[in-house]
């Protein structure tokens, strides 16, 4: 099975967002990935429902969005309804974790939980069996461009030995920092899903490098 690639849109050239989903679309890149900030959860303001409408209409791939917000039952079904496949929240955003997990579920989107580089994977224990996603930020989530935290791997390395653990399928995602040169050890670890914006965006043959992702 090849690793799926999610290129993050953070990274994309907004001013022609048509041509870059063509050439994406072309890519063997099986995602889209979403970044959803509100400037409160973290420190920046990025795309809201619109956007991922549009994005609907420009691909048929699977569109993974990432709610780096708070309150985020609050926008659910408006994310579900403008074409999110994958819609992941936070363990640290959210106080009823499970009920807004089930929330998503009910509008038949996957259902995903991220944690920052701080928060401690075994608090997502008793949740990982309700779960189609577990996505660990491997940067400070905010902004795009940032270095790799290299505390990163034993934690997907204690993520992925609870999930044989419980005998569970949840795929397990990173974002941050990712490119070719830490994708392999990432996938050794148990990693089934890599997100990469600037690496994908600003290498000479995004196309290429893509393919090179999914390989590892």
């Not at 679309?25 to 420190?43: K, L």
């Not at 959210?94 to 401690?120: E, F, W, Y």
């Not at 000479?204 to 490098?209: D, G, Q, S, T």
Request: net charge negative; hydrophobic share 45%; glycine share 6%.
């Amino acid at each position: 099975m090849n690793t799926i690639v999610a290129p993050s849109l953070l990274a994309a050239d907004f001013s022609d967002l048509k041509s870059e989903m063509k050439w994406l679309n072309s890519s063997s890149a099986e995602w889209i990935h979403v970044d959803v900030m509100d400037g409160h959860f973290v420190p920046n303001i990025t795309f809201g429902p619109l956007m991922v409408k549009t994005l609907r209409n420009l691909t048929d791939k699977f569109i993974d969005v990432h709610l780096m917000i708070e309150n985020p039952n609050k926008y659910i079904e408006a994310f579900r309804k403008s074409g999110a496949d994958n819609i992941t929240v936070h363990y640290e955003a959210c106080v009823h974790l499970h009920r807004v997990i089930q929330m998503i579920k009910d509008t038949g989107a996957n259902a995903g939980i991220s944690i920052n580089p701080h928060t401690n994977v075994e608090l997502l224990r008793d949740i990982l069996p309700y779960v189609d996603l577990v996505l660990i930020m491997s940067v400070n989530p905010g902004f795009g461009g940032q270095k790799f935290i290299e505390t990163t791997y034993s934690k997907i390395e204690r993520l992925h030995k609870m999930r044989e653990e419980q005998n569970l399928d949840f795929l397990i995602e990173v974002d941050g920092g990712v490119s070719i040169k830490n994708a392999a050890k990432l996938v050794e670890n148990g990693v089934n899903v890599l997100v990469s914006g600037n690496a994908i965006f600003t290498s000479e043959n995004p196309v290429e490098y893509i393919e090179k992702l999914s390989l590892v």
